[in-house]
């Protein structure tokens, strides 16, 4: 019984991060985008994250306009959600890089919603 206790709630947590990232997941990819890496998660302080490494010559705006065209459901009722598309950093480029994800000459973006 001690064992459901840590594994129910944590399945109930992937389960409404999965729901929530869906609609950006399963969002067409900009022509010449190439997708890296998604990822979804829940913050201590409530928030939900789901995002998406994509690589490609694409620009800010463009990918900011490209991703606007679909509703983002908030991951709980009265929360808000925000869609955002920010260049990787370079702590990220160079995880991106260990890993042998990192193709020399390419733009990498998150593009990412987050409900709060």
């Known amino acids: 019984a001690l064992i459901l206790a840590f594994i129910v709630p944590k399945h109930i947590q992937e389960r ?4 929530f990232a869906k609609p ?8 010449d985008m ?7 998660a829940k913050d201590k302080s409530g928030g939900y994250t789901a995002a998406l490494i994509l690589a490609g010559a694409k620009e800010k705006d463009e990918l900011l306009a ?7 459901p908030p991951a709980k009722n009265g929360q808000t959600v925000t869609l ?5 950093d370079e702590n990220s ?11 020399e000459n390419q733009t990498y ?7 709060c």
Not at 66 to 72: E, I, K, L, Q
Request: with cysteine.
């Open 16 to 19: 409404q991060c999965s729901a």
């Open 24 to 31: 950006l997941y399963n969002h067409a990819l900009p022509a």
């Open 34 to 40: 190439k997708l890296v890496q998604k990822s979804a």
């Open 66 to 72: 490209f991703y606007s065209d679909t509703a983002y």
């Open 84 to 88: 955002a598309v920010k260049p990787l």
């Open 93 to 103: 480029l160079s995880a991106l890089e260990q890993a042998g994800m990192r193709e």
């Open 109 to 115: 973006w998150f593009v990412y919603i987050y409900s």
